[in-house]
């Protein structure tokens, strides 16, 4: 074997990781772009859900419920950096179009920082969703920023769970929002177990391995496993 | 290999390229699943934004297949259109990404390789944070199963640069796998 190819992955493994990746053969069209008849049915039906969401929104339903860090009144912290209301503004309307609502940008709040100089905001969406909005990840170009997307938090569904990497000499950053009560999140990260503290109803973790066994800690002492190790 | 043209693509070629649009569909359907495909793994399979970009692509082919020149070279041909929307859209995401966490979106969670802790997660998690340009190189060669000099044609490089992007980029995920706890495997006689 040559030194050269002792570094590089062989090309089966390679054509073979692909090949099951590749998916099917033809697109999948989102929801709302479907154009049979109960695709149009279904569409109708998630319009009217995200009037009716907006509404309730607008009549002061809180998707920032359970998040201390994001229920303050609006102050120029809160302002979004320029390039990214620009960007998210065009991301908003595809979001509309995919049936879940558009991103409330007035309703942006900043949440945190972290040592790194990442930092968070949260943003309502009409249809009653909530975003987590992110900006200079560790790597990432001046204008570079993440957007992960969901319900709003419960207690069932404690904390959100995002993974992002900008590029290999870059670390891997784990994050998310925690509901108010969460006090740490616990995960197998590179065969180790690792805790890390909520600040601001925010945890991350810099760290190239993929989270596995996840735990939440709240603050009466017990735990909650929301996705068991294998 | 998938890019070899049979004669009924030539001919269907000929004739969307001459304005019938009953060729121009059967050359579509003839054709979506090597750029769907292609396009896909490029963006980054398990995402709404490659499922879009795939979508773009056979739009793409279908706005140009009137421009087409030789009909015999229809397959590189919609490979080249594909792989540039590929990389257009792949260069923009990296710009900002802007998409959904995957786990919301169980329909694409199975190519996403989310959930999954295995070996060939590791490798596609691994292969998603490529450049771009590797990961087009390493697709159309293969996954479609081009030649170093197809590739180069349809990349718009020369043969040295294919050459190196794909020692490039299995060099890189050699080292990613080793950096997520997997030894990478090789073979002693393999072309490089």
Redesign the interface.
Known sequence: ?ST???????????????????????????PVQRLSRRGRVVSAAAVLAVVVVGTAYAAGFNPFAGISAANHPATSRDRLPA?LTA??AE?SSTMEK?GHGHLLLKSARSITELPSGMRFYTIATSAGGLCLATVNHPGA?A????????DSLSRSRPI???S?????STPRVSYGLALDGVTAVSFRA??AERTVAVKDNVWAYEG???L?AITVHWDNGSTQTL?DG? | MIVAVTPDIVSLARRASAGETAAADELLREL??LV??TV??VVG??S?TA??A??DA?LDIDRGLRSLRDPRAVKAWALRVATQRALKVSRRER???????P??DP??LA?S?G?E?GR?AA???A?D???PRLRAT??LR??VGLSEDETAEVLGCSLGTVKSNL?D?????????R???FE?????K???
């Open positions: 074997m050269q190819n002792a570094l590089a992955i062989s090309l089966d493994e390679l054509a073979t990781a692909l090949e099951i990746y590749a998916g099917p053969p033809r697109p999948r069209r989102r390039f960007r998210l991301f995919m170009n204008k570079g920023g993440g957007l992960e997307c969901g959100t769970i995002a992002e990497q900008v590029n290999h590179g065969g190239q391995a993929n596995r996705i294998r | 979506e699943p769907v495909r896909r793994l399979s398990g709404w499922e879009d795939a979508q056979l710009l900002l990404w802007l998409r959904r966490a786990s919301l329909e694409l190519e390789g959930p802790t060939s490798i596609k998690a292969f944070i490529l450049p390493a697709v293969l996954y020692h980029a299995r060099k890189r995920l050699a080292g990613e796998l950096e997520r706890g990478p495997t090789t073979l002693p393999e072309a490089t």
